[in-house]
């Protein structure tokens, strides 16, 4: 496919390789030419020149969660930094153990296969992993509603396949997931930065993303969305320091969740990511119709 399909001005953001059409974003996105400097900028200058860059580090990251909360119609508090989208999977179940007494989580066999690893390494926890059939078309609803039962607490489905590249209508998932009394979170890592992001319209519980692939943002850089109304009713069993209210307080007698998405954040997080993250084009060039995701190039 042709690389004119994407705008020259927006190629010119990009650092492409050499007498080649660059057809990997479904991977890893293109380095943006602003990311070296970004990164002396908003990482390494801070360091050199005050010792304490912890302030300025933070406020790099409240960027970032704000331009991605622009991106996909969000409020940035419910918006939780990860390192990957495993990380941020496992937190998000960690709060589902305290919070129903169903013990099942359903994906599709065509998930990425992080998804499968994060869910059947729960089983010591007395979680239970539960596929679609082979054959099954996962962009039809009924077949999610068939394999429901009472005692799937979580659907995982993702929005692009990044086997065939199959779209799915997440908010129809959604939807049967919760007449039967389960949660539903999306996985958007194939999706974000190519085709519209809409958590808030899907009606989901969660929606895990990355900024490696189509944002061209890096790896390290992915996220946790929850939906408001679980904003205090969660309490993730994974927590560190940076989960708790004031992260500098000090006390360790005393946790205190944080009052929004930061809960799930964990330990001492990763900053460079981050900050190498929002060089990336924040407000993608979505292709246009008939064209699916995996088809794109970043040239």
Request: net charge negative; with cysteine; proline share 8%.
């Amino acid at each position: 496919m042709s690389g004119a399909l994407l705008p020259a001005a927006i190629a010119e953001r990009f650092h492409l390789p050499p007498g080649a059409t660059y057809l990997k974003s479904h991977s890893v996105g293109c380095q943006p030419r602003a990311a070296e400097a970004l990164l002396r900028d908003r990482l390494l200058a801070p360091w050199r020149e005050t010792g304490e860059a912890w302030p300025h580090w933070l406020d790099a990251i409240d960027q970032w969660r704000a331009a991605l909360a622009g991106l996909i119609g969000v409020e940035a508090q419910d918006l939780c930094p990860a390192t990957n989208v495993s990380a941020g999977l496992s937190r998000y179940i960690s709060a589902l153990g305290t919070a129903t007494t169903r013990r099942t989580i359903l994906l599709a066999p065509s998930a990425f296969p992080t998804i499968g690893y994060v869910a059947s390494g729960l089983a010591a926890a007395g979680w239970q992993t539960r596929y679609l059939p082979g054959d099954a078309d996962i962009r039809d609803p009924e077949n999610w509603a068939t394999a429901l039962d009472d005692d799937v607490a979580l659907v995982i489905a993702m929005h692009v396949s990044s086997v065939s590249g199959a779209r799915t209508d997440v908010a129809a998932v959604a939807s049967v997931a919760k007449a039967a009394g389960a949660r539903c979170i999306a996985d958007c890592a194939q999706s974000v930065g190519v085709v519209p992001v809409t958590p808030a319209a899907w009606g989901v519980d969660a929606v895990l993303g990355t900024s490696v692939k189509w944002l061209c943002g890096g790896p390290g850089a992915a996220w946790l969305w929850v939906a408001p109304r679980d904003r205090i009713a969660l309490d993730p069993m994974e927590r560190g320091w940076w989960s708790h209210e004031n992260p500098f307080e000090m006390d360790i007698r005393d946790f205190r969740y944080a009052p929004d998405a930061r809960r799930w954040w964990g330990g001492t997080p990763d900053v460079a990511p981050f900050i190498l993250s929002t060089a990336g084009d924040v407000t993608p060039w979505f292709p246009p119709a008939g064209i699916r995701a995996q088809q794109l190039c970043c040239a």
